[in-house]
């Protein structure tokens, strides 16, 4: 089963040189499997997260080599992010020569994109807006299972070229994946 995923934190992850990801902490994680169920994780739920990731065929995110699968690792140790991952930022960036934002490809490919950003999920948390956070954490899993699904179907993905234009990338989601080689058992790192 693919499942999709994104991860808000309760500090933010914009804190300069002596940043380090493993300072970070989760408020919440969203999911959503393939055939559309929703399911919660707090930061408590971790340990109810960590059956899902190890049944899941493929874990799909928008930066989650970089950010969601690291965070969730200060929970679950660093054996998660060995599990079979694709990270759609990856592969668009392979497609286009640069990291284009999850909002800019939404917005270009579907004409609507995130409904905010994620230092609002930080600001959310804070004031104990447990509803808002919510709220936005799962409508970026739903864009980005959407996302998925429309550059699996038609090979391609919109994009806001570097001049602002709309142009088309053809994407290939498997130049995003890190998969575990299948003769060894062994799990491939980049």
């Known amino acids: 089963m693919i499942i ?3 991860v808000e934190t309760q500090n933010d992850w914009t804190g300069g040189a002596t940043f ?15 055939d559309g169920k929703e399911m919660d994780f707090w930061e408590q739920d971790m340990n109810k997260l960590k059956p899902l990731l190890e049944s899941a065929s493929l874990i799909v995110g ?8 690291p965070v969730i690792a200060n929970y679950l140790g660093t054996e998660i992010n060995s599990l079979p991952q694709l990270d759609l930022m990856v592969a668009v960036h392979k497609s ?7 909002d800019d490809l939404t917005t270009a490919t579907f004409g609507h994109g995130k409904i905010g950003h994620g230092a609002d999920a930080v600001r959310y948390y804070a004031m104990g807006d447990f509803d808002s956070l919510k709220r936005y954490c799962m409508e970026d899993v739903r864009l980005t299972k959407k996302l998925y699904e429309f550059g699996r179907d038609n090979g391609y993905v919109k994009y806001y070229d570097r001049s ?27």
């Open 4 to 6: 999709f995923l994104d």
């Open 20 to 34: 380090s990801i493993k300072d970070l902490r989760i408020s919440y994680t969203g999911v959503i499997d393939e």
């Open 62 to 69: 928008y930066n989650i080599f970089g950010f969601d699968m």
């Open 96 to 102: 286009v020569g640069f990291r284009p934002k999850l």
């Open 164 to 190: 602002g234009f709309i142009k088309e990338a053809r994407v290939n989601w498997k130049d995003g994946e890190k998969l575990p080689p299948e003769d060894t058992g062994m799990l491939s790192m980049f």
